[in-house]
C-alpha cells in the first residue's frame, strides 16, 4: 500500500471515528436534556442534590432501556415447530433453521 493510499485510509477513519464521537455526544446531550425535563416537570428544583439525583437516575432509566431495545433486536429469530414443539434456531448462514 503506498503512502499516499495510507495517507487516505487514515483520513477517512479518523472522520468515521468523529461522526461516531459525535453522534455520540449529541445523543447523551439529548438524553441529558429529557432527563431534565422529567426531574423539572416532577417539581425538582434545578441546582438541588435531589434535582442532580433525579437526573443521575433518568439518565440510568434511559441507559437501562437503550440497552434492553438493543437486546431485543440481537435475539436471534427461532421458530417452533407445530407438530412437534421443537424449538429450531437459524443455521450459521441464516437461511434456514435446525430442530
Avoid: K, W, Y
Avoid at 2 to 9: D, P
Avoid at 61 to 68: G, Q, S, T
Wanted: hydrophobic fraction near 40%.
Amino acid at each position: 500500500m503506498s503512502n499516499r493510499s495510507r495517507a487516505l485510509t487514515l483520513i477517512v477513519l479518523a472522520v468515521t471515528l468523529a461522526g461516531c464521537a459525535e453522534l455520540a455526544s449529541h445523543e447523551r446531550q439529548q438524553d441529558l436534556q429529557v432527563a431534565r425535563q422529567s426531574c423539572a416537570s416532577s417539581g425538582f428544583a434545578d441546582g438541588t442534590p435531589q434535582f442532580a439525583q433525579c437526573v443521575e437516575a433518568q439518565l440510568a432509566l434511559i441507559a437501562d432501556e437503550r440497552r434492553r431495545a438493543l437486546e431485543e433486536t440481537a435475539t436471534p429469530p427461532t421458530r417452533v415447530q407445530p407438530d412437534s414443539g421443537e424449538l429450531c434456531l437459524p443455521t450459521a448462514a441464516g437461511l434456514s433453521f435446525t430442530c
